[in-house]
């Protein structure tokens, strides 16, 4: 029987991966740099082109894997802005409540894009909403903790 299921599997034509899709880091952060406020428009221009790079990136799972990407490149950034708030507010006694509030800001952006995945049901559509949804929050966040070091 498994002998069956490797051939029949072998014969199986295999969803197409969206392949060496990747986002401009160095654009990324020159939106957070140039930043004011937590929602500037750059915020998805660069998963924006890395979809027009390559005809891979027009697809269901390339749109995805450009706003992850994206996404992964504003978490480097979330987390370095996590550790310069921790770190002005030491002396304060506040990085306990610092932490608390990122464990629960967390467990929204999990149960809101969540929602948006959920929401599409059993469409493609899913995947490009919850991706989007982690990028915006991923981002604004990001700028909210810049803001918080801010006078």
């Known amino acids: 029987m498994l002998k069956y299921l490797a051939i029949t599997l072998a014969v199986l034509p295999l969803p197409v991966v969206a392949q060496d899709l990747a986002v401009d880091e160095a654009a990324v ?27 891979d990136g027009s697809t269901t799972v390339g749109i995805s894997e450009c706003l992850m990407a994206e996404t992964k490149a504003w978490d480097g950034i979330l987390n370095s802005q996590y550790s310069a708030t921790r770190e002005q507010y030491s002396s304060d006694g ?42 915006n929050h991923t981002a604004r966040r990001a700028l909210e903790l810049k803001q918080m070091r801010e006078p």
């Open 94 to 135: 506040l990085p306990e409540k610092l932490q608390a509030a990122q464990r629960a800001w967390i467990a929204f952006r999990d149960a809101d894009c969540g929602f948006a995945y959920d929401k599409f049901g059993g469409g493609s559509m899913r995947g490009i909403a919850s991706a989007s949804c982690q990028l």
């Open 29 to 55: 952060q020159q939106c957070f740099d140039g930043a004011t406020g937590i929602d500037p428009d750059c915020i998805g221009q660069a998963a924006d082109a890395c979809q027009t790079a390559t005809p």
